[in-house]
């Protein structure tokens, strides 16, 4: 167990529809990082978040939106869905960073699957 | 940006043999590199990583290896067990700053299979 949930774990949705994917990171992390995994792409960047902030940013589309509350638990937003956005989601949270040079582990959440019908 | 090639993609072999996976990275500025283990159903989970400043790491039958001036770095598992069977993953970032990013840049993943 790596200290991240995510809820729901499960997600069976319309095409069009809008759901929201929460996450909340291990204990005492401020970074919140967001990840796509399907079969085509892989496992992908989304979007990171550091103490309420956004830090970072990958191939998101316009439809996705994300934020992180004052108590640090994270939301994804997923919009207009299409079949393409069946996937796994997966949350992840690190130590707040050592002010050096390298990453801080990346801890991840059990995932959420959406499917899009 | 970064890109993270992964080989093989499948890997099968017998209980109590060696499996190497390999990974090649582009971005010369890349300095921490993490292996994850994902099992049918759950998230990855962080095995083994190591970072720039040295060359090789091990815990136990695990061992990762990192060559800078190739950009490459591999996965060594040793006497593998049923147990081992799963996806790995390799990745990479850059230098984390001031700013406080880290997104990881993945690998396509190495199916593993370990026959008893």
């Known amino acids: 167990d790596s200290g991240v949930t995510q809820t729901p774990k499960h997600l069976i949705t319309a095409t069009g529809q809008r759901v929201t994917l929460r996450c909340s990171p291990r204990?005492?992390?401020?970074?919140v990082y967001w990840y796509q995994q399907s079969l085509d792409q892989g496992l992908q960047f989304l979007i990171q978040?550091?103490?309420?902030?956004?830090?970072a940013k990958g191939n998101i589309l316009e439809r996705f939106s994300a934020q992180q509350f004052p108590d640090l638990h994270s939301e994804l937003n997923l919009s207009s869905l299409e079949l393409g956005d069946s996937a796994l989601y997966f949350c992840?949270?690190?130590?707040?960073?050592?002010?050096?040079?390298?990453?801080?582990?990346?801890?991840f959440g059990p995932g959420t699957r959406l499917l899009v019908l | 940006g970064e890109n993270v090639e992964q080989h093989p993609s499948t890997l099968s072999v017998q209980e109590g043999d060696s499996a190497v996976i390999k990974c090649t990275y582009s971005d010369s500025a890349s300095n921490y590199f993490p292996w994850y283990k994902q099992e049918l159903g759950k998230g990855p989970q962080l095995i083994i990583d190591?970072?720039?400043?040295?060359g090789e790491k091990k815990d136990q039958r695990i061992a990762v290896t990192l060559n800078k001036t190739a950009k490459h770095f591999s996965l060594h598992i040793t006497e593998t067990q049923p147990e081992d069977s799963a996806v790995y993953f390799c990745a990479a970032t850059t230098p984390q700053g001031s700013s406080n990013t880290g997104k990881l840049i993945f690998g396509q993943g190495t199916t593993l299979q370990v026959k008893p």
């Open positions: 190591i970072r720039s400043n040295v």
């Open positions: 204990s005492g992390d401020l970074s």
């Open positions: 992840a949270s690190s130590p707040n960073p050592s002010g050096g040079l390298y990453q801080e582990t990346q801890y």
């Open positions: 978040y550091y103490n309420g902030e956004e830090r």
